[in-house]
Protein backbone atom coordinates (compact mmCIF):
# COMPACT_ATOMS: atom_id res chain seq x y z
CA UNK A 1 0.00 0.00 0.00
CA UNK A 2 1.42 3.23 -1.15
CA UNK A 3 1.86 6.20 1.38
CA UNK A 4 2.85 9.53 2.21
CA UNK A 5 4.78 10.31 5.35
CA UNK A 6 5.27 14.02 6.37
CA UNK A 7 7.69 15.00 8.80
CA UNK A 8 9.05 18.71 10.61
CA UNK A 9 6.57 20.75 11.77
CA UNK A 10 6.93 21.93 14.84
CA UNK A 11 6.72 25.49 16.18
CA UNK A 12 8.89 28.09 15.43
CA UNK A 13 9.08 31.90 16.42
CA UNK A 14 8.75 34.68 13.39
CA UNK A 15 11.49 35.06 10.68
CA UNK A 16 12.98 31.50 11.62
CA UNK A 17 13.22 28.21 9.08
CA UNK A 18 11.78 25.11 9.05
CA UNK A 19 12.42 22.32 6.97
CA UNK A 20 9.35 19.78 5.96
CA UNK A 21 9.46 16.71 4.74
CA UNK A 22 7.21 14.20 3.02
CA UNK A 23 8.49 10.59 2.33
CA UNK A 24 6.45 8.16 -0.30
CA UNK A 25 6.90 4.26 0.46
CA UNK A 26 4.93 0.83 -0.47
CA UNK A 27 4.89 -0.54 -4.18
CA UNK A 28 5.65 2.53 -5.98
CA UNK A 29 6.68 2.18 -9.61
CA UNK A 30 6.91 6.30 -10.62
CA UNK A 31 6.22 9.38 -9.16
CA UNK A 32 5.40 12.21 -11.49
CA UNK A 33 4.29 15.72 -10.18
CA UNK A 34 4.44 16.40 -6.40
CA UNK A 35 2.95 19.46 -4.37
CA UNK A 36 2.70 20.74 -0.55
CA UNK A 37 -0.43 22.86 0.15
CA UNK A 38 -1.95 23.81 3.75
CA UNK A 39 -4.60 24.29 5.67
CA UNK A 40 -5.09 27.26 8.09
CA UNK A 41 -8.03 27.01 11.12
CA UNK A 42 -11.44 27.62 9.32
CA UNK A 43 -10.32 28.05 5.80
CA UNK A 44 -10.08 25.75 2.74
CA UNK A 45 -6.81 23.59 1.75
CA UNK A 46 -4.89 25.59 -0.69
CA UNK A 47 -1.89 24.82 -2.72
CA UNK A 48 1.50 26.17 -1.79
CA UNK A 49 4.29 25.01 -4.26
CA UNK A 50 4.46 22.06 -6.34
CA UNK A 51 7.66 20.42 -8.20
CA UNK A 52 6.91 18.24 -11.64
CA UNK A 53 9.17 15.18 -12.36
CA UNK A 54 11.53 17.08 -14.16
CA UNK A 55 12.22 19.38 -11.43
CA UNK A 56 10.19 22.31 -12.88
CA UNK A 57 8.61 23.88 -9.77
CA UNK A 58 5.78 26.49 -9.27
CA UNK A 59 4.99 28.70 -5.24
CA UNK A 60 1.90 30.73 -4.54
CA UNK A 61 2.52 34.45 -4.34
CA UNK A 62 2.99 34.47 -1.04
CA UNK A 63 5.83 32.14 -0.30
CA UNK A 64 7.58 33.16 -3.31
CA UNK A 65 11.56 33.95 -2.07
CA UNK A 66 10.87 32.53 1.09
CA UNK A 67 10.00 28.73 0.41
CA UNK A 68 11.79 26.24 -1.98
CA UNK A 69 10.23 22.77 -3.10
CA UNK A 70 13.12 20.17 -3.68
CA UNK A 71 12.64 16.65 -4.71
CA UNK A 72 15.01 13.60 -4.23
CA UNK A 73 13.83 10.73 -6.96
CA UNK A 74 16.21 8.13 -5.07
CA UNK A 75 14.38 8.31 -1.71
CA UNK A 76 11.06 9.29 -2.87
CA UNK A 77 11.16 11.95 -0.97
CA UNK A 78 10.42 15.82 -1.37
CA UNK A 79 11.03 18.67 0.91
CA UNK A 80 9.58 22.49 1.61
CA UNK A 81 12.43 24.55 3.12
CA UNK A 82 10.78 27.52 5.14
CA UNK A 83 12.47 30.60 5.56
CA UNK A 84 11.73 33.93 7.17
CA UNK A 85 8.45 32.60 8.63
CA UNK A 86 5.33 34.63 9.32
CA UNK A 87 2.41 34.02 11.89
CA UNK A 88 0.41 33.45 8.35
CA UNK A 89 2.18 30.41 7.68
CA UNK A 90 0.65 28.54 10.56
CA UNK A 91 -1.58 25.68 8.91
CA UNK A 92 -1.55 22.41 8.59
CA UNK A 93 0.68 21.00 5.58
CA UNK A 94 0.46 17.82 3.40
CA UNK A 95 2.46 16.60 0.89
CA UNK A 96 0.81 15.03 -1.84
CA UNK A 97 2.25 12.69 -4.76
CA UNK A 98 0.75 11.85 -8.27
CA UNK A 99 2.28 8.13 -7.94
CA UNK A 100 1.75 5.53 -10.50
CA UNK A 101 2.50 2.11 -8.44
CA UNK A 102 3.09 -1.66 -9.81
CA UNK A 103 0.02 -3.03 -11.29
CA UNK A 104 -1.85 0.56 -11.53
CA UNK A 105 -2.65 1.75 -15.22
CA UNK A 106 -2.50 5.36 -14.19
CA UNK A 107 -1.53 7.90 -11.63
CA UNK A 108 -3.56 8.52 -8.71
CA UNK A 109 -3.05 11.23 -6.25
CA UNK A 110 -1.73 10.37 -2.66
CA UNK A 111 -2.07 12.39 0.17
CA UNK A 112 0.01 12.64 3.94
CA UNK A 113 -1.66 12.83 7.28
CA UNK A 114 -0.61 16.18 7.48
CA UNK A 115 1.95 17.86 9.49
CA UNK A 116 1.52 21.34 12.30
CA UNK A 117 3.29 24.51 11.35
CA UNK A 118 2.87 27.34 14.34
CA UNK A 119 4.74 30.66 14.00
CA UNK A 120 4.77 32.66 16.75
CA UNK A 121 4.78 36.35 16.53
Known amino acids: QVQLVESGGGLMQAGGSLRLSCVAS????????MGWYRQAPGKQRVLVAT???????NYVDSVKGRFTISRDNAKNAMYLQMNSLKPEDTAVYYC???????????????WGQGTQVTVSS
Open 51 to 57: ITGGGNT
Open 96 to 110: TAAILDFGAVRYIDY
Open 26 to 33: GPIFSINA
